[in-house]
């Protein structure tokens, strides 16, 4: 009664189009089942980050365009996706597309505040890349890291070609893989520094994660994620958690369906400006965490594995 056994995946017409600086016109973003074109699609999920998105952009598009000197036949992508901002987020993207060109840089602008979860969705399902990775708006994780996630996402397609012999429930198992960055290797030095009652929350949300929705994974609310396309596209279509906790509804999805997932430690800083109310975020964290479990193994959240 108080929710829908499919996730209900619409836009709103104008969430369609993306703004071209160079012709000053609008165009229609490709259809997510069309044959991808370039080798990495960026998501950037953004939520009045009009102060840190500059900063993280800058780092990002050094990197990028520092690896397609060294190799031009490196195509990638930067998505930004202003989930619903009342500030200056997507002008500031804008700015960046009018520089780097909309084939390099597009801003996906939504009419209203989705969360996190289903803001990345949206950027997923614009995308063109043959792989696609999700990064935060805050600049917290190093962009280059992401050199320790293409190389274990090799390893992690090996497991995914012989899991794609016994397992059924998905096409294109051998193709499907994700690769965590985490932060867990860095959780002695945060205890050090917070509070007794913010450090348990901490442990109690890894407990309760544990217990009720993903095993393997130490940190499961990195926002550096990388996955194959085919993987992303079927997690994000059946993703139903849309807020903070949608990272540990993608990781339950992609167990249930046997996708390889691997975590590499990156390196991270805290950026002041965080949009996480530390009470409140954590409870709604924790009511998902239950849902999650109670309603997909009551069969109320159905998951799909055609589409």
């Keep these: 009664m108080t929710t829908k056994a499919y996730p209900v995946v619409s836009r709103h017409d104008s969430e369609k189009f993306y703004f071209d600086p160079s012709s000053k016109s609008k165009r229609m973003f490709p259809d997510y089942s069309e044959n991808p074109s370039l080798d990495l699609s960026v998501i950037v999920p953004a939520y009045n980050e009009e102060q840190r998105l500059p900063v993280m952009m800058e780092e990002t598009m050094e990197y990028l365009e520092k690896r397609q000197t060294e190799n031009p036949s490196f195509k990638y992508e930067v998505i930004i996706v202003d989930d619903g901002s009342k500030d200056q987020t997507t002008e500031i993207g804008l700015k960046q597309s009018e520089q780097y060109g909309?084939?390099?840089?597009?801003?996906?602008?939504?009419?209203?505040?989705?969360?996190?979860?289903?803001?990345?969705?949206?950027?997923?399902?614009?995308?063109?890349?043959?792989q696609i990775l999700f990064v935060d708006a805050d600049g917290a994780s190093k962009f280059s890291d992401l050199d320790k996630l293409e190389k274990n996402m090799e390893e992690q397609k090996e497991k995914a070609k012989l899991r794609s012999k016994s397992r059924k429930k998905a096409k294109n198992m051998e193709s499907m893989a994700i690769v965590c960055g985490s932060r867990?290797?860095?959780?002695?030095?945060?205890?050090?520094?917070?509070?007794?009652?913010?450090?348990?929350?901490?442990?109690?949300?890894?407990?309760?994660?544990?217990?009720?929705?993903?095993?393997?994974?130490?940190?499961?609310?990195?926002?550096?994620?990388?996955?194959?396309?085919?993987?992303?596209?079927?997690?994000?279509?059946?993703?139903?958690?849309?807020?903070?906790?949608?990272?540990?509804?993608?990781?339950y999805l992609a167990q249930y369906f046997g996708i390889p997932a691997g975590e590499v430690a990156i390196e991270w800083q805290e950026i002041e400006g965080t949009k996480m109310v530390p009470v409140w975020s954590w409870l709604q964290m924790g009511r998902d965490i239950l849902l999650i479990r109670l309603r997909y193994s009551l069969s109320i959240w159905k998951i799909k594995s055609k589409f």
Excluded: P
């Excluded at 949300?205 to 499961?220: E, N, S, Y």
């Excluded at 903070?244 to 993608?250: E, I, K, S, T, Y």
């Design 102 to 130: 909309a084939e390099k840089v597009r801003v996906l602008t939504l009419q209203r505040n989705r969360g996190k979860g289903g803001a990345v969705r949206l950027g997923v399902l614009s995308s063109r890349g043959r």
């Design 184 to 251: 867990a290797h860095l959780e002695e030095d945060s205890i050090a520094t917070r509070s007794m009652f913010r450090t348990f929350l901490m442990l109690g949300f890894h407990f309760v994660v544990w217990l009720l929705a993903v095993r393997g994974i130490r940190d499961t609310q990195c926002g550096f994620k990388l996955f194959t396309r085919e993987a992303a596209i079927l997690l994000f279509l059946n993703l139903h958690v849309e807020r903070w906790a949608f990272d540990v509804d993608l990781l």
